[in-house]
């Protein structure tokens, strides 16, 4: 035998032990691979208990917020922490669970919660409970389950001899109760879900996961919720879902969807009214210079044209006086009366009606019409231009 068929025969004995060693140390078994949530599964987490609810001849009803009790016969779900709970107090639920109600509650409301625990006489156990690792459970349930474990029933805090498989979390807390417990689910770590009676009616505590659409269908964790809350067909479930609430925004729409868009569009139209603009609406004038004489005589011909003649006559009496001043000697400390005299002496007007025109008397002001007015004003500047042409001062 050659050297290279020596080392083939050796590599293929070598490959041909790594064969049967890994052959006999293999062998294979069915692990339950969790899948994604489907359909109305996925998108409410009250699923599961709706639809077994359903099943068995159990109205159920989702409300938003505990403004006013469910009635006496009813049996109240509320699951979700304190944050969703900041406006509905179950505590004030007290008087409701005495005169009948069943209130079912998961177990992280009770943490935190001071005024549930007095009422209650409720509270969460400082034992942390560790389910068994994945062997040691499978050899404790006879299957393949990792995250259960069993629970004994109790009654009136004994044992039934019972036993009820709960699925769920690794880790949860006991819970420890002041009140006599009618009906609880207990290990060797402590109480895991339990029931009181209050007055007529009960409080059960369950833990949160026990209700979750993955969780519910396993093992026993649908009969736990059954027999805990003491549901019967005919019964009428309601389940506390805040998320569900409608949001703000839409409900302002649904209610005053016209006044929104009123306000909204005149708020629109003020900011588009104030922005800044790129240019000038219109070409700015540009600025020319106006003589005194065009502007005396454009305010004159709107004074006429208006029919608004007080200012005008007084201007016009006015511009009389300082032309009088200049030609008449004494002329400003004279009295009206006589000023009157020497001008009509002056120019040959008729006294009286410049007497009344220089003082206002014709016509009363403005009140006295148009036509009076403009008379008074022609006849006064009439007397002005009749001094001007005459040459030199006059005593």
Not at 47 to 53: I, K, T
Not at 140 to 154: E, F, H, R
């Amino acid at each position: 035998m050659t050297q290279k068929r020596i080392v083939n025969a050796v590599m293929l004995a070598i490959a041909a032990g790594v064969a049967i060693w890994v052959a006999m140390n293999t062998y294979w078994t069915d692990v339950p691979v969790p899948g994604t949530l489907q359909g109305d599964a996925a998108v409410n987490p009250y699923y599961s208990v709706q639809h077994l609810a359903n099943a068995l001849g159990i109205q159920t009803r989702i409300i938003t917020s505990l403004t006013s009790a469910p009635p006496s016969s009813g049996v109240l779900l509320i699951k979700g922490s304190q944050t969703d709970l900041q406006h509905n107090r179950v505590e004030s639920l007290a008087p409701w669970v005495a005169s009948g109600g069943r209130l079912v509650l998961s177990g992280d409301l009770m943490w935190g919660n001071q005024a549930l625990q007095n009422w209650s006489g409720i509270a969460p156990g400082s034992h942390l409970v560790k389910k068994p690792d994945g062997p040691a459970a499978a050899r404790i349930l006879g299957n393949g389950d990792p995250d259960c474990a069993p629970l004994t029933v109790n009654r009136d805090g004994k044992p039934t001899g019972e036993t009820s498989i709960y699925c769920g979390p690794e880790t949860q807390f006991e819970f420890i109760s002041k009140r006599k417990v009618a009906w609880s689910l207990s290990n060797q770590y402590g109480v895991q879900v339990l029931r009181i009676d209050i007055g007529r009616g009960s409080l059960t505590v369950i833990p949160a996961w026990l209700i979750d659409n993955r969780n519910f269908p396993r093992r026993d964790d649908a009969q736990i919720f059954i027999a805990a809350s003491q549901l019967s067909g005919g019964d009428r479930l309601y389940i506390l879902d805040v998320s569900s609430a409608e949001p703000l925004t839409a409900l302002l729409w649904r209610l005053a969807a016209p006044a929104i868009v009123f306000f909204g569009a005149a708020i629109l139209l003020f900011i588009a009214r104030h922005l800044r603009r790129f240019g000038p609406l219109a070409p700015a004038p540009s600025a020319v210079r106006r003589s005194l004489g065009e502007q005396i005589r454009a305010n004159a011909a709107f004074a006429w044209r208006t029919r608004r003649l007080s200012a005008l006559r007084a201007a016009v009496a006015r511009a009389l006086d300082e032309t009088a001043r200049r030609r008449i000697v004494s002329y400003g400390s004279w009295p009206q009366r006589r000023r009157a005299a020497a001008l009509a002496e002056l120019t040959g007007v008729d006294l009286g009606s410049l007497n009344a025109a220089m003082t206002g008397d014709a016509g009363g002001g403005e009140g006295g019409g148009a036509q009076v007015q403009r008379a008074a004003i022609a006849l006064i500047e009439k007397t002005r231009r009749l001094i001007v042409r005459t040459r030199g001062q006059v005593r």
